[in-house]
């Protein structure tokens, strides 16, 4: 069997142009049903300029590990590992060290603008605001750079906008003013979690180009964290795909997106709709829902809902291994089967037309139980049957 890659391989063997290196993270939330795994064993490189997307399903530990890189998670919290910023080490660092770092040298674009802008002030005052924390300027000079941020993210009228209140402006709007904020001390790292949820496809468009603004303003590196998988593919060098917790691949956007070695890649990428590939009929779904990360079972956690499973996936959690290239690394014991294989000869296709569907095949409520259960029951019989819908909208 091939053996696991090693982590340094992440940046071509260098180490002396990492600006953030995030080595064997571990996160853990003791509960009273158990202990969360949250965060396993997570390991990256990154370098400066480079963008480098994080996707996976919700619950896949993509958001949590970017707030123990940045120090906000609760003290019940139990974290492991190194998180190394320009070589320095940030994990067990106390608030006051975390607070010089935060907005300056390290920053964060948040998911929902309207909870991380405070509604009191304008969006002037807080730009401005956090421009001052970190530089000795006049609030005169503070709001002249405002007006600045707000120009360079595509808000029409900043010279108006900038004593607008965050109530006053649209979501698309909103999401721009915190990118200005994130950019707004050039700091060397920006981490942006799921910058265009709920926002229409016009405006993530806005929102991207403010992110690749930014991006070019300040020249940091920068970690976009999504479920859309078209959004990586067009703003990111490198992709990693997590799992329960874990970075099952890593890899160039090439590599995960047309030779992926990890069955829980292929099966994400033949989940949805793709331009490139004008040849594919039909939509290939994962039976299954990801596991609860509360007391996890040995093995690999992809294993219930993996076609390829056999004994030793049950036993043995793999480790990453080296691929068709140094630089492409995939968790899978058999990912040498997955070469020239799609998503549609590994898991199926659905058997159902889109066009036939009622909204009785998508809502079990208006339906009852038991179609659910029949639906459920199919699962383990084939990998060619009918996917569960009603799961697959609740998730």
């Known amino acids: 069997m091939t053996q696991s890659t090693p982590i340094s391989l992440d940046n071509g063997g260098k180490s002396s142009d990492v600006v953030l290196d995030v080595d064997n993270l571990t996160v ?16 990256y490189q990154l370098r400066p300029g480079e963008s480098m997307g994080i996707v996976g399903e919700s619950g896949s530990g993509k958001s949590v590990t970017s707030m123990a890189i ?16 320009h070589g320095q080490e940030l994990v067990g660092r ?5 607070t010089e770092l935060r907005g300056n040298k390290i920053a964060m674009i948040f998911q929902d603008p309207l909870t991380s802008l405070n509604p009191v002030y304008t969006v002037g005052v807080q730009i401005g605001e956090a421009i001052q924390a970190h530089n000795d300027i006049s609030k005169k000079a503070a709001r002249d750079r405002s007006i600045e941020l707000l120009k360079m993210v595509g808000i029409p009228y900043p010279e108006q906008r900038v004593d607008n209140y965050p109530h006053e402006m ?8 915190v990118i200005a904020i994130a950019m707004a001390n050039k700091p060397d790292v920006i981490i942006a979690d799921e910058p265009t949820t709920a926002l229409d496809v016009t405006v993530q468009a806005q929102v991207l180009e403010a992110l690749e603004a ?14 859309d998988l078209g959004i990586i593919a067009g703003h990111a060098d490198r992709v990693c795909v997590m799992y329960a917790g874990k970075l099952v691949e890593k890899g160039t956007i090439d590599d995960v997106f047309y030779q992926p070695r990890m069955p829980y890649s292929l099966g994400l990428l033949g989940s949805l709709p793709r331009l490139d590939e004008t040849g594919r009929e039909r939509l290939t779904p994962i039976v ?7 007391n996890l079972p040995p093995g690999c956690p992809f294993t219930p809902r993996c076609p390829l499973a056999q004994d030793i996936c049950e036993r043995e959690e793999p480790d990453l291994f080296v691929t068709d290239s140094a630089a492409h690394v995939a968790a899978c014991h058999f990912h040498e089967r997955l070469v020239g294989i799609t998503s549609a000869d590994l898991f199926g296709t659905t058997s159902i037309d889109t066009e036939d569907l009622t909204v009785a095949d998508i809502d079990p409520d208006l339906i009852g139980p038991a179609a659910v259960v029949h639906e459920q029951d199919h699962a383990g019989d084939d990998t060619t049957g009918t996917p569960d819908l009603a799961k697959k909208e609740s998730s």
């Open 28 to 43: 853990e939330f003791p509960t009273d049903d158990g202990v969360v795994q949250a965060v396993r064993g997570v390991s």
């Open 214 to 227: 930014a991006r070019e303003e300040t020249g940091a590196a920068m970690v976009l964290i999504t479920h």
């Open 288 to 294: 299954g829902s990801p596991p609860s990360l509360l």
């Open 70 to 85: 940045m120090g906000l998670l609760p003290r019940t919290a139990r974290i492991k590992g190194s998180v190394k910023l």
């Open 94 to 98: 106390s608030e006051r060290a975390y």
């Open 170 to 177: 649209s979501g698309g709007m909103r999401q721009r003013v």
